[in-house]
């Protein structure tokens, strides 16, 4: 059997009311994924149960437990499992518009020096089970900001920056991304939609924790420190445009 090109890597953790709509929303790619790795970070409602019935219908579902470690941790872990040269990331409650995979492959094979394509991310407060995208009458608000489910990356990217820190629990998304610019890697930034993003009560962002703040002023200095190191001006508005012509 040949290596998968493009690996999604999905983590949940107690995402019972979501994790079928994130799964549905990549089988439902116009460009396949050729392996769909789930890191379950130690789910104790029924999460666990609906990805074995998922992965009883789809062959390409690889199910990985880990600790309940943090977010770093289950999505270094799946890193590490991955095989595809092309790696893509979605949170379990979050969802992929339809043609995101399409688009954003499509800029990878024409320009090969592009190393990751993000776009904007849609913060929503609903996904239809069914059309995969916010129903009408969701409150919807559309925002280019670094979000790593709006990315598709090379593998060799990681190879390159690492992995994710996993000394934060709230902003090593944020952390990795930075990291990525300050590593001057060519990236393309797409006009469409890349991403659903849901807001709720009681996700891991709305919850009350201080070490939210705290760890994105840290995330921030360290990108600072990193450039005046290497004697690089102060940085640009993240992803107003890529590293490369659009």
């Given at each position: 059997?040949?290596?998968?090109r493009?690996?999604a890597?999905?983590?949940a953790?107690?995402?019972e009311?979501?994790?079928?709509?994130?799964?549905?929303?990549?089988?439902?790619?116009?460009?396949?994924v050729?392996?769909?790795?789930?890191?379950?970070?130690?789910?104790?409602d029924?999460?666990?149960?609906?990805?074995?019935?998922l992965?009883?219908?789809d062959?390409?579902?690889v199910?990985?437990?880990v600790?309940a470690?943090?977010?770093?941790?289950?999505?270094?872990?799946?890193?590490?499992?991955?095989?595809?040269?092309?790696?893509?990331m979605?949170?379990?409650?979050?969802?992929?518009?339809?043609?995101?995979?399409?688009?954003?492959?499509?800029?990878m094979?024409?320009?090969?020096?592009v190393?990751m394509?993000?776009?904007p991310?849609a913060f929503v407060d609903?996904?239809?089970?069914?059309?995969?995208?916010?129903?009408?009458?969701a409150?919807?608000?559309?925002?280019?900001?670094?979000n790593?489910?709006?990315c598709?990356?090379?593998?060799?990217?990681?190879?390159?920056?690492?992995?994710?820190?996993?000394?934060?629990?709230y902003?090593?998304?944020l952390?990795?991304?930075?990291?990525?610019r300050?590593?001057?890697t060519?990236?393309?930034?797409?006009?469409?939609?890349?991403?659903?993003?849901?807001?709720?009560?009681?996700?891991?962002m709305?919850?009350p924790?201080?070490?939210?703040?705290?760890?994105?002023?840290?995330?921030?200095g360290c990108?600072r420190r990193?450039?005046?190191?290497a004697?690089?001006?102060?940085?640009?508005?993240?992803?107003?445009?890529?590293?490369v012509?659009?």
């Amino acid at each position: 059997m040949s290596a998968p090109r493009i690996s999604a890597i999905v983590t949940a953790y107690r995402f019972e009311r979501f994790i079928r709509t994130a799964i549905d929303s990549i089988q439902a790619q116009t460009h396949p994924v050729d392996e769909i790795i789930v890191v379950d970070n130690g789910s104790d409602d029924g999460t666990p149960a609906i990805l074995r019935e998922l992965a009883r219908g789809d062959p390409r579902l690889v199910l990985l437990d880990v600790e309940a470690l943090g977010p770093a941790h289950a999505r270094n872990h799946g890193l590490r499992a991955a095989r595809g040269a092309i790696i893509a990331m979605l949170d379990g409650d979050d969802a992929w518009p339809r043609g995101k995979i399409a688009a954003q492959i499509a800029r990878m094979d024409g320009q090969p020096h592009v190393d990751m394509v993000s776009g904007p991310t849609a913060f929503v407060d609903a996904i239809d089970d069914t059309t995969l995208a916010p129903p009408p009458g969701a409150r919807t608000e559309i925002v280019l900001q670094p979000n790593i489910g709006a990315c598709l990356y090379r593998r060799g990217l990681f190879e390159t920056v690492g992995g994710f820190d996993e000394s934060f629990f709230y902003a090593d998304d944020l952390d990795l991304l930075l990291r990525i610019r300050d590593s001057s890697t060519p990236f393309a930034v797409l006009d469409a939609t890349m991403l659903y993003h849901r807001r709720y009560e009681g996700s891991l962002m709305t919850r009350p924790d201080r070490r939210k703040s705290q760890e994105f002023v840290r995330a921030v200095g360290c990108s600072r420190r990193r450039r005046q190191a290497a004697g690089l001006p102060p940085a640009p508005p993240f992803f107003s445009a890529g590293n490369v012509p659009a």
